[in-house]
């Protein structure tokens, strides 16, 4: 027989959880880097930009040659790019946790496989 308020209660719960997760992810920071660590890029779980470190040597190596600029470009993109692969996986470390290696099917999350 369905129960509505045990439905309501499984819907607060799930709530209550993605909070946490939400919660959770806004305070993991992760970082991703290229170049050997020439550019690193701090982001959150949230996928939220922190900062850029560009070691100096990369900045005094530059000639003024468009080619050296945008290779700087290109390392900076892939340190974000890095950075936001490692948050995928730090969200989804974070759901198999939460549930429990739980397998549901239809849930699909962005950026997760």
Do not use: C
Request: no cysteine.
């Amino acid at each position: 027989m369905f129960n509505p308020l045990k439905m309501q209660e499984m819907l607060s719960q799930a709530s209550q959880m993605q909070e946490e997760v939400q919660r959770k992810l806004a305070q993991t920071i992760l970082e991703g880097s290229s170049g050997g660590g020439a550019v690193t890029a701090r982001i959150n779980g949230k996928k939220q930009l922190l900062g850029i470190k560009i070691d100096p040597a990369a900045v005094t190596s530059l000639t003024g040659n468009q080619a050296d600029v945008e290779m700087l470009e290109d390392l900076i993109v892939a340190a974000v790019n890095d950075a936001n692969r490692r948050a995928d996986e730090a969200m989804k470390s974070q759901l198999q946790t939460l549930l429990g290696g739980m397998n549901i099917p239809g849930l699909n999350l962005p950026g997760l496989s």
